[in-house]
């Protein structure tokens, strides 16, 4: 298990830090993708600046969630998050996805 959380922030520090997209797939579940797009929806600001640029069909898009999880305000003119914001962030997710599968398994009864 943490060998996997290991290799996740590598994937995500190296797909934030590349021009081109990324499949989402290559580091998160459909299960999980789902729950990130509904993080998204709490963490953008309300301000154009804040909104997630991202595309869906790119991981940088739930990178930018998992940062955000760590800490990191979201503004583009800021350092990019690094592996410890990345690493936070990835605990509250981790955290946060085991509540959504309890209320989704509940809420299925």
């Given at each position: ?12 520090q ?6 081109e997209?990324?499949d ?19 963490l ?14 790119d ?18 003119s ?5 592996i ?12 946060i996805?085991?509540?959504?599968i309890?209320f989704?398994?509940?809420?299925r009864r």
């Amino acid at each position: 298990m943490m060998l996997e959380t290991i290799i996740k922030l590598f994937i995500m520090q190296i797909a934030y830090a590349t021009e081109e997209e990324t499949d989402p797939r290559s580091c998160f579940s459909e299960q999980e993708i789902e729950c990130l797009e509904i993080q998204i929806k709490q963490l953008e600001g309300k301000t154009e600046k804040l909104k997630n640029p991202y595309k869906s069909s790119d991981l940088k898009r739930y990178i930018w969630v998992i940062a955000r999880l760590g800490g990191w305000k979201g503004y583009l003119s800021e350092r990019k998050p690094g592996i410890t914001t990345f690493w936070i962030g990835l605990q509250k997710f981790t955290a946060i996805m085991q509540g959504w599968i309890l209320f989704k398994d509940v809420s299925r009864r």
